[in-house]
């Protein structure tokens, strides 16, 4: 009898471990290990050759790190999961993976800074080109589309400004011209928003924020088809090497077990916060998805569970009061990153968007004025109350 699949719910606590196999281990085990032995030089050699299955040195594969690769894979939807040492790791391996020298890449208009850095420097070495679009209907898209564009490339929601591409829309675009479509998904988690299920091709994450959730691993993940996937195990991933280490693996496991009622939990308090913020004085804009005046709320409807647990709000004043706002807080944490139970706030111009020079910031949206908060896992009243204090304070 097949087993029936389970519910996303189910799936984040159960899929690819069975105890039955670890001694009857309730917890996957954490295999610590950097190498296999082998029997006999034969079995070393066939392993080699990939005549018999089994382990054969942890940068090829690990039985912890497959585990969190698995059930990766089962919650976007996709054939195989691969684990890197961290966001970027699974963002150059994939970019690079696809492309080659000449090639062309077609982004949305905004992106997490490293991978707009990283982006440069493909340029600058490697003569990859890209250009940025909304994506707001086909046409635009279609407009930019070369004889050598080899991917396109969506943040959806966009880092940190909280627009939103229409992951449907550039899926059909893409298959018209045989172009791969590659979804960061971190803002949302597979809890809120399955790219492959909108006919996108490969779907990434910074396991670093919502995967993990609890701020003490920094980590990627990728997940797509399964020729893909094998391709990049056995080249940007072997040779360049910046893969998942158990210990990282084994706290993602944890971690997710609880991701869908983290969400919950998240998403809750962002909504709560979006109608304090936007009702404020001293704050001239809120971006948030989940926004019902917002032009992208219709987007969120179809292709999100939830609004998320990013708001991004510009204040009325300068640099110099975004700052300012930010020290006033008192239990709120100024840090990067996001997807933590504690809630953080950043000032994305001079920290995540900071390599990202000002006239490209700007068409971003990410101006001086602009702050971006992780809701965390706390009471809302507590953090609107902490909000609250730091704005009269302006
Ligand atoms: N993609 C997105 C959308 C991100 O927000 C980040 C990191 C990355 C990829 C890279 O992941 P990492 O290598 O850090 O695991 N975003 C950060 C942020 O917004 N604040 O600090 C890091």
Request: net charge negative; with cysteine; charged share 25%.
């Amino acid at each position: 009898m097949t087993e029936k699949r389970k519910r996303l719910e189910t799936t984040v606590i159960h899929e690819g471990y069975d105890a039955k196999e670890m001694l009857g281990s309730l917890t996957p085990p954490l295999f610590q290990t950097s190498t296999y032995t082998f029997d006999t030089a034969e079995q070393g050699e066939r392993r080699f050759a990939g005549e018999e299955e089994g382990y054969v040195y942890s940068r090829l594969g690990n039985p912890t790190v497959n585990i969190l690769e698995e059930r990766m894979a089962a919650l976007e939807g996709g054939e195989r999961g691969l684990a890197f040492a961290s966001g970027m790791a699974a963002v150059s391996a994939v970019l690079i993976a696809l492309t080659k020298s000449g090639d062309h890449i077609l982004c949305s208009s905004g992106l997490y800074g490293c991978t707009f850095g990283l982006l440069q420097m493909m340029e600058e070495k490697y003569q990859i080109t890209h250009d940025f679009s909304q994506m707001e209907s086909k046409e635009a898209i279609r407009e930019l589309i070369r004889p050598e564009t080899a991917c396109i490339y969506v943040e959806t929601p966009v880092n940190p400004t909280m627009k939103l591409i229409d992951l449907e829309l550039v899926a059909e675009v893409a298959r018209e011209y045989d172009i791969p479509v590659v979804v960061d998904n971190t803002f949302s988690s597979p809890y809120l928003q399955r790219p492959l299920e909108a006919g996108c091709d490969v779907v990434l994450h910074s396991a670093t924020k919502y995967i993990g959730g609890h701020g003490d691993v920094v980590a990627g993940v990728v997940v797509g088809k399964k020729d893909f996937l094998d391709g990049v195990a056995m080249t940007t991933q072997k040779d360049i090497g910046g893969i998942m280490s158990p210990m990282d693996a084994w706290l993602l496991i944890r971690g997710l077990k609880t991701l869908p009622i983290r969400l919950d939990r998240h998403c809750h308090n962002a909504a709560k916060l979006f109608e304090k913020l936007s009702k404020h004085p001293k704050i001239a804009h809120v971006y948030y998805p989940g926004d019902e005046d917002h032009p992208d709320y219709p987007i969120m409807q179809r292709q999100m569970k939830h609004g998320g647990g990013l708001i991004a709000f510009e204040i009325n004043g300068s640099k110099q009061d975004a700052q300012r706002l930010l020290n006033h807080l008192s239990f709120i944490k100024i840090a990067v990153s996001l997807g933590d139970a504690e809630t953080l706030i950043q000032h994305p111009a001079t920290m995540t968007h900071a390599v990202v020079p000002p006239d490209a910031r700007k068409e971003m949206g990410v101006t001086d004025q602009l702050i971006r908060l992780s809701a965390g896992l706390e009471a809302w009243e507590d953090i609107w109350e902490d909000l609250e204090q730091a704005l009269d304070r302006l």
